[in-house]
């Protein structure tokens, strides 16, 4: 897992970059950009987050940030370097104005998923990793650039929350090497965990509630599924920036193989979150959604009917149980050019 050099030349020359995360932006996301932009040694260093693109659930990673400015267009536009962190492709790029506004700049790419497509000048693509933000710490120490507390804070933070707490198949003795490291750089784990898990704001209870009523059974007893449509989101006094984790609320029934979320957070949009269990392999089945992600944990968007596409998607997902698969091959650790 050890960065390119060429890649930490790049950065370390870069005079105006502006980092970039994925659309909805999870904890893994927010922590790898801000983390990034404390580090760096630029003294102009930006992050983009176009406004209403993050959840109540992750502001505390931006507060943690400490006042790393947010780009508006016109900083985009005079930025020398964009370096993209846990995006998979340039559709999920979270910038205003969307890839079209960074294509022509030097792109550096760092992730860990699986279905990464290498659209960087410089890509580093660790699918066995963690998180991507275990991928930042490592680059941060390769580049011996400063690691306050913070800064531990918020890579932490991307580690537990992409690990679910360090549950998940993706966790590996490297997560917790770099999370040792983290806390003894002075990491606030208390603080962290409370935020991410016992913060809940009425209104993202009031969606929990939702989903644990729509919730059900399906493909006999394989697969569990919650659905949320558009009314019952505005209902819940939501928008489509709070579908955070709440795929795990069905995924918390034992004997499940497949657990998902439906949410219609834009009328006739319908995101599908997808998760597997007991080392049921998701992502061919996102693929053929037309999405993407990681081996257990993937997902896509659908446009059409609510209905029609729940009722869809359940049989494509009984039908990829009822045939054997082969498991996922992981891309080589080895850093690309």
Sequence with gaps: MVPPTNLIKVLASATCPVIIGHVNPDADAMGSMLALARAMPADDVAIALPQKSRSQKVTFVVELGDGIPIADETRIARADVVIVVDTANINRVNVTGHWAAVADKTVVNIDHHITNTDFGHFNWVVDNAGSTSELIHRLILAADWPLDSMTASLLYAGIYADTGGFSLPNVTAESFDACAALVRAGADVAHVASRLFRSQEQHEF???????????????????????????IQAAGCTPDDIDDQVSIPRSLSGIQIA?????????????NLRGE??????????????????????????????????????AATEFLDQPHAPNKARSASPKP
Excluded: M
């Design 260 to 272: 998902i979320l439906f949410s219609e957070g834009v009328p006739g949009i319908v995101r599908i």
């Design 278 to 315: 007991e080392g049921t392999t998701i992502l061919p089945l996102a693929e053929k959604l037309g999405g993407g992600g990681h081996a257990y944990s993937a997902g896509a968007r659908v446009r059409g009917d609510f209905g029609a596409i729940v009722d869809r998607v359940l049989r």
């Design 206 to 232: 009031n969606l929990i509630r939702a989903v644990y009523h729509n919730t059900r059974l399906a493909g006999n007893g394989r697969i569990a599924y919650g659905t949320l449509t558009h009314n019952e």
